[in-house]
């Protein structure tokens, strides 16, 4: 009977090791602390996500990523929706099922909808979903995913002259 139990929680705990077979960072062997106190600072709940555990294999590599995501996500005039869409996108075209799951909430937090993710399932760019902003954000993504080329018919060119969504939320030279 212990061994059962024992067994069983062995099989219920969380794995130590992704599918990539690349072990997680346990809190304890993470660092250094003032990068690991970013990475909260900027996650619900402070709570660092298997992401991060693999990332701080390379604290270096890390740092660079966690600055860059917090400048996309907290300091540019980008829309949230507008920001997570893509993101979405990208994660059906690399079926990157971790990546949806995680920005799944903040889509819909940031105004998204559940047709629309319905929609983004079947990478659908329904008109009667998403705005024509939206719909060339979209054709934009799956363009640079799919094929690294990206044509520029003129339902593109909207999201080019509309500089001042890439422009800082704290610096603006105007």
């Known amino acids: ?46 709570k660092l996500l298997n992401l991060d555990r693999i990332l701080l294999h390379s604290p270096n590599f890390t740092k660079g990523w966690n600055t ?35 920005h799944e909430p903040e889509f819909l937090k940031a105004g998204g909808t559940r047709e629309q993710l319905a ?15 939206e719909l060339a954000a979209l054709q934009l993504t799956i363009e640079m995913t799919r094929d690294v080329q990206v044509g520029v018919p003129a339902d593109k060119t909207a999201l080019f002259r509309r500089p001042e969504m890439l422009r800082s939320r704290r610096w603006n030279p105007e």
């Open 1 to 46: 009977m212990t061994t059962l139990l024992l067994l069983g929680a062995l099989l219920s705990a969380p794995s130590q090791v992704s599918k990539m077979g690349i072990p997680y960072i346990t809190d304890d062997k993470a660092g250094p602390p003032d990068l690991i106190e970013a990475i909260r600072s900027r996650r619900p709940g402070g």
């Open 68 to 102: 860059m995501f917090a400048a996309i996500r907290g300091q540019l005039a980008l829309p949230g929706k507008l920001r997570e869409l893509p993101i979405m996108a990208i994660a059906v075209l690399n079926k990157a099922d971790y990546e949806w799951v995680q």
């Open 119 to 133: 929609a983004l399932k079947d990478l659908k760019a329904d008109p009667k979903l998403f705005d024509a902003t």
